[in-house]
């Protein structure tokens, strides 16, 4: 019975240690980011709750987003109404992310208008 309660216990602090460093990352994940996309400026603020506002300039959309840091790239889903987009992700540094052109269907590499967002 010991040995379980043992056995458990380390189970439950090696997940709890796991989860804490996801939890630190996503969070560095929060905040406003900016970019050039094809000659336009885009801004990107990704909140802690899920929520997020993508902006081009003056227009702005509200929507919300779900990271998996689990994977590598890692994956991004925004989510607009009922349109739903895919992407991936990884961090260059602390201040910079490349996302790939979010789509339909998510992408397995960065292409070509692969982005570079800069932390504001």
């Given at each position: 019975m010991n040995r379980v309660l043992i056995c458990l216990l380390v189970v439950f602090t090696a997940f709890s240690?796991?989860?804490e460093k996801r939890m630190k990352?996503?969070?560095s994940f929060v905040g406003t980011w900016e970019s050039a996309f094809k000659g336009?400026?885009?801004?990107?603020?990704?909140n802690?709750?899920?929520?997020m506002e993508?902006?081009?300039g003056e227009k702005t959309m509200k929507g919300?987003?779900?990271?998996?840091?689990?994977?590598?790239?890692?994956?991004?889903?925004?989510?607009?109404?009922?349109?739903?987009?895919?992407?991936i992700?990884?961090?260059?540094?602390?201040?910079?992310?490349?996302?790939?052109?979010?789509?339909t269907k998510r992408a397995q590499d960065f292409g070509k208008d692969a982005i570079d967002f800069k932390r504001q």
């Open positions: 240690l796991h989860a990352k996503t969070k336009k400026k885009i801004t990107m603020k990704l802690a709750d899920g929520t993508l902006g081009e919300t987003y779900k990271v998996d840091l689990s994977v590598t790239p890692h994956h991004i889903d925004l989510t607009f109404g009922k349109r739903a987009k895919l992407s992700f990884k961090f260059i540094d602390k201040n910079t992310i490349k996302m790939d052109e979010p789509s």
